[in-house]
Each structure stands twice: as structure tokens, then as C-alpha cells.
């Protein structure tokens, strides 16, 4: 876990947002944290070559449980049993909400690029060709993912850009946050 | 759930394979089942059209929680809570082992094609790109994926064709294998 981000410049971060997220009645919620996501987020993005895993939840007793989760893999024992998996772990920084994650973004340089997925379509949509040759050309990104039945239309006011939903031939659009992350990321940064 | 799949012509399907797989160790072990495995991998499926997902454990226990899980979102609380779901669980078909997964797969037509992924470098490598060619040309294939820290070396003596690792510019291997079962499925038969 690290306060923030170092000053490189061409990199991508990764926000997991719990609030404000719509759940299954499109009414805006708060969702818990779900221990899967962590890891395999942390792994993706370690696999991808993220620089920032975010976990944005205002509920201090999710945050607590994060830092457990983290901590337990960082310096307990899941270090030593699994040195990989502390590796990917090194990227979560915990966060209250938006605001102190557009604070955190812009600390160490200029504000990034904030672009969004979605499972419905949206204005301001950029193609995944279009938004990876953004950042090989050096372009900082944050990618912000919506836990629940995906971010509330009020957390889309500071995004910059929306990429288009995944899928296949058919227009079944229920991916896990964690499987859509993984996409995103392959998609963005993956090689092969 | 369903018995077996029907005869179309250009299809995938994917298998989790719980035995034998490695441990941590290099030990040939039996994995438990994950929830999120058989969910995950459920929604990626049907976003992707695959056909069936075979769960393949020879432990009964673990075949009747799997069955469990499954019916709950097919006929229990959860097929009424979310349809999505139940859609996306109606692929699974539960299996003992790779003789009756062969079985299965050629049970109603030729032979599918075999690939398996590794996250170590194999012989016999096929590119995702001339993968998806084939399947575009209507081959049927079956995708293996191993828990655990991979499919064992017994495991790939059925296997006609590998696929590469998945990853960024660094050499960190670790995903999830939800991650790796969707990216596979987004490389060959995604859109977008």
C-alpha cells in the first residue's frame, strides 16, 4: 500500500468506486467491499503494469477491512506464503471518495485523463484503439470502475471520457467488475 | 444446467478444470470450486457465446455444492432475484474428468479443437489472432483452464494447441484465472 503515486509520466491508475453506485433498482448506494475484487484487480493491474489501484469507499469499516486484507498479504503471513500477491497488492491506496481521489491523481503532476466504462452506451465515447494510443503517446489515465450495477450518473460530472461497453456478438452486458477490469486493461495495455 | 450442448457449428467451449492441476508446490493436486469461479466465468460466457461451461471436479461433494450454487440461480430465490444471472448459469454443465469432458464435447459432433493456456511459455503455440481466424471459419473449439497454479503436465497430453501467455510489457504472470478466462474470451470472440 503507498500514499500515492510517483511522477512518471504515460501511466494508467485504476479506481474501484463503492459510492455512488447504482444497485439493482437503479437507486444510488453504497456497496461493500468485496475481497476477490482487491485481488484480482491488484493482479490485473500488476499484470498490465498499472501504477495506482484506488479502492474509493467512504465507510470506515470497509476501509478498515481493506487495509486488514492488504495488510495480511503485504506483512502478515500472506507475504511470505505468497510473494507475488504482495507484489500486486503494493498498488491499493484506500480513498474516501471522488474528491480525494482527484486530489490524490493530481498530487504528484497534471490531472489525468478520467475515463470511464460503462455497460450502457454514452456520449463522449472514445474507442479502446483510440484511448491506448492516448497513453502510448504518454497520456496520463484513470480508469474508474463502478462496483453494484455501475456508477451513478453524478460520478460521471468529472470524467472526461467514456469507453464503450464489452461484449461479444449478443447484447448480454453483465460482466463482473472484476472480469470488465481485466478486459479494459488487456485491451489498453496487454501485448500478444 | 444442461445435459449436453446441441450440434452448431463454430462454437466455444470452456472447461475449469479442478484436477489435476499444480500447487503452489508443483504438486499435482484436486482444487476446491470457487463461487466467483463459476459465476465469473458464467457471465463472461454468455457475454462472449460461448456454449457450455464445464466444471470439471471428480470430488462429489464438490460437483453437489456446484449444483447447488447452480440451481439456486436457476430455480431457487436467485432465478427470480436475477434473470441475468440464471441466463448466464444455464451454460453450466458439471463433469468428472477429462475422459468424460472429451466424451461430452464430442458427443454430438467432431471433435472440437483443444487449446489450453498457460501462463508458462509452451510448445505448440497458436496466436490468439489465427485462433479467432479459425473460429470466425466455424471450427468448433474447447478452451481449458487449469485452477490452482495451472493445469498439470498430464492434463495437456489431450490438448491439440497452446495459447501464449496474456500480458503487459513486464513479465509478472499472476491473473486471476477469472481474468485470463476473460481476456481469452474478449481476444477470440470479442467486438469493439
Redesign the interface.
Known amino acids: 500500500m503507498t500514499e500515492k503515486g510517483d511522477c512518471r509520466a504515460g501511466h494508467v491508475d485504476v479506481a474501484l468506486i463503492h459510492y455512488p453506485v447504482y444497485n ?1 433498482n437503479q437507486e444510488i448506494i453504497g456497496s461493500a467491499v468485496t475481497n ?1 475484487d482487491i ?2 484487480i491488484a ?2 493491474g ?4 498499472i501504477r495506482n489501484f484506488y479502492i474509493v469507499t467512504p465507510y470506515q469499516d470497509q476501509q478498515r477491512l481493506v487495509g486488514e486484507i492488504v495488510g495480511h498479504w503485504q506483512d502478515g503471513y500472506g507475504a511470505r506464503y ?1 510473494a ?2 504482495k ?2 497488492l503494493a498498488s491499493v491506496v484506500i480513498c474516501d471518495d471522488l474528491q480525494s481521489l482527484y486530489a490524490l491523481a493530481t498530487a504528484d503532476g497534471p490531472r489525468p485523463l478520467v475515463a470511464a466504462t460503462s455497460a450502457r452506451q454514452q456520449a463522449r465515447t472514445i ?2 484503439s483510440a484511448m491506448r494510443e492516448r497513453i502510448e503517446q504518454g497520456s496520463r489515465v484513470l480508469l474508474l470502475f463502478g462496483t453494484g450495477w455501475g456508477l451513478a450518473e453524478e460520478a460521471l460530472t468529472g470524467v472526461d471520457l467514456m469507453l ?7 447484447d ?5 467488475v ?6 479494459v ?3 489498453l ?4
Chains 1, 2 share one sequence.
Open positions: 439493482k476477490l485481488h484480482d493482479r490485473a500488476r499484470t498490465f503494469g505468497n507475488d500477491r507484489e500486486a474507442t479502446f464503450p461497453p464489452i461484449g461479444g456478438q449478443g448480454y452486458r453483465h460482466l463482473s472484476r472480469s470488465a477490469v481485466a478486459i486493461l488487456d485491451r495495455l496487454g501485448i500478444g
